[in-house]
């Protein structure tokens, strides 16, 4: 999962075309260090999404305009738009993120 280090760099990924799954966390959020703990599996079963990582201490403008109100918080943007949003409170597991992207994958 590449970080994303500027607003620069944020728009350029969202407007690339591709579908692009971007996390929202921070070093100090102990459910972030959770969601580390599980993510990478599901990121190879979902490998249709390109994903990011976003600090969103380093980012807060990033954040507030996606209405990203806690974290870990996993985004959909396609062509520029954010197509879908789990917000942190469900996303502390596996199945939850599973179910998320199932969800928005019918």
């Excluded at 971007?22 to 990121?43: H, L, N, T, Y």
């Excluded at 520029?80 to 599973?98: D, F, Y």
Aim: with cysteine; aromatic share 10%; hydrophobic share 35%.
């Amino acid at each position: 999962m590449e970080a994303i280090k500027t607003k620069e760099q944020f728009n350029e990924v969202i407007q690339s075309g591709n579908e692009v799954l971007v996390k929202f966390q921070a070093g100090w959020c102990p459910d972030c260090r959770r969601m580390d703990m599980f993510i990478d599996p599901i990121e190879e079963k979902y490998s249709k999404y390109t994903w990011y990582d976003v600090n969103r201490d380093e980012l807060p403008e990033i954040a507030e305009k996606y209405e990203v109100m806690g974290i870990p918080s996993l985004l959909i943007f396609k062509d520029g738009k954010k197509t879908a949003h789990l917000h942190s409170a469900n996303a502390k597991s596996p199945e939850q993120v599973t179910d998320f992207l199932e969800s928005v994958n019918e």
